[in-house]
C-alpha cells in the first residue's frame, strides 16, 4: 500500500544519508522503524523496565538482583534502539 508523509527536510535528508550508510533504502527503514515502535507497544512491562534513556538519549540497563549483563542483552537491546 502506498502512502504520503510528510517530513521536515532535514529529517529526510538525514534518513537517505543513513539508508545510504546501511546500504538500504528509505522505505525499509520506515518500514523497521515502524515495526519496532508497534512491538515496543506489545511488549510486557517487565521489558520495558529493564532499561531506560538517559538524557544524552543512550539506553541505561537497569541492574537486576543476581543478574549479569551479558553482550547478548547489550545487542539485543541495540537492535530494538536502531543504533
Not at 532535514?10 to 546500504?23: C, G, N, V, Y
Not at 515495526?35 to 539506553?59: A, M, N, T, V, W
Amino acid at each position: 500500500m502506498k502512502t504520503t508523509i510528510d517530513l521536515p527536510d532535514e529529517l529526510l535528508a538525514e534518513a537517505k544519508a543513513t539508508a545510504a550508510r546501511r546500504r538500504t533504502t528509505l522505505k525499509a527503514m520506515v518500514e523497521h522503524a515502524l515495526k519496532r515502535e508497534i512491538e515496543g507497544d506489545l511488549r510486557s512491562q517487565d521489558k520495558r523496565d529493564s532499561f531506560s534513556i538517559d538524557e544524552h538519549g543512550l539506553p541505561l540497563l537497569k541492574k537486576k538482583r543476581d543478574s549479569r549483563v551479558t553482550n547478548e542483552m547489550v545487542y539485543e537491546l541495540m537492535e530494538e534502539l536502531g543504533i
